[in-house]
């Protein structure tokens, strides 16, 4: 009977610790074992990283709590893990620290690098690995399938076209110059593709953006006429 008690002791503090958190992703849970496709947003420039993951990690216990988020990839090597931010930032690093205070969340995010000259429709697998740093148990595995495929879903716009921003990265301005065929609307983006800033613009000219209330991370820019966009293009804001 007592070794009856301490297996069920055992699965019920199992269930709690499982139970201290949860994790999505594009706003919606992500399972154990679970595996997600994304496609590259920008062709190969492994500058800022060209797939960009926000998974948002859920403290739902009553202390805070920390973990080790590990992104764990393909053999190949194609493909690079470029950035990974928990706590802080870190380039070229395949693991980060991240603390979440009691009933709070924080956001990690993966950035990835594809080499220019890859074949587009080149697929690489990643496993994403989330260790709780109390127990150094393996909390939760995630399967992603990642593929350069740039123009995915995307018109691109002839007539209209946006330069490189500077600085970049930038902390507080940004300089954009633009070129356009009558007149379109600029965007700016975050990596889950939601507006954070909208302009019309007409004619050749040069933006001048304020980011220092913008949340640290990867942005993306262009230029929008009806259904269709110019290349979308990467910036930093630290």
């Known amino acids: 009977m007592k070794k009856m008690l301490s297996i069920v002791s055992l699965v019920t503090l199992a269930m709690i ?4 958190f949860n994790l999505t992703y594009n706003n919606a849970p992500v399972a154990e074992g679970s595996t997600i496709t994304v496609n590259s947003t920008t062709s190969g420039n492994m500058a800022l990283g060209d797939i960009d993951i926000q998974l948002m990690l859920n403290n739902t216990s009553n202390k805070t709590c920390s973990w080790t988020a590990k992104m764990e990839g ?7 893990v470029s950035q990974m931010c928990g706590d802080v ?3 070229n690093v395949r693991s980060i620290a991240v603390s979440v205070a009691a009933g709070e969340s924080k956001l990690i995010e993966i950035h990835i ?12 697998n990643f496993v994403f690995k989330l260790y709780n740093d109390g127990t150094h148990e393996d909390d939760l595995t995630v399967n992603f399938v990642l593929t350069y495929n740039p123009n995915a879903g995307i018109e691109a716009i002839n007539v209209a076209q946006v330069m490189n921003a500077y600085p970049n990265p930038a902390v507080s301005n940004v300089t954009i110059d633009y070129a356009v065929e009558g007149s379109a609307q600029f965007v700016l983006t975050d990596v889950m593709g939601r507006e954070v800033m909208q302009q019309t613009v007409s004619g050749n000219g040069t933006l001048n953006l304020n980011v220092e209330n913008l949340h640290k991370g990867v942005y993306l820019y262009g230029l929008r006429k009806g259904n269709s966009r110019s290349e979308m293009k990467k910036i930093m804001v630290k």
Not at 113 to 124: Q, R
């Open 89 to 91: 930032c870190a380039q």
């Open 74 to 80: 393909a053999s190949t090597n194609t493909f690079v």
């Open 17 to 20: 610790a499982n139970a201290q």
């Open 113 to 124: 690098g594809i080499p220019e000259n890859t074949a587009i429709g080149t697929s690489e």
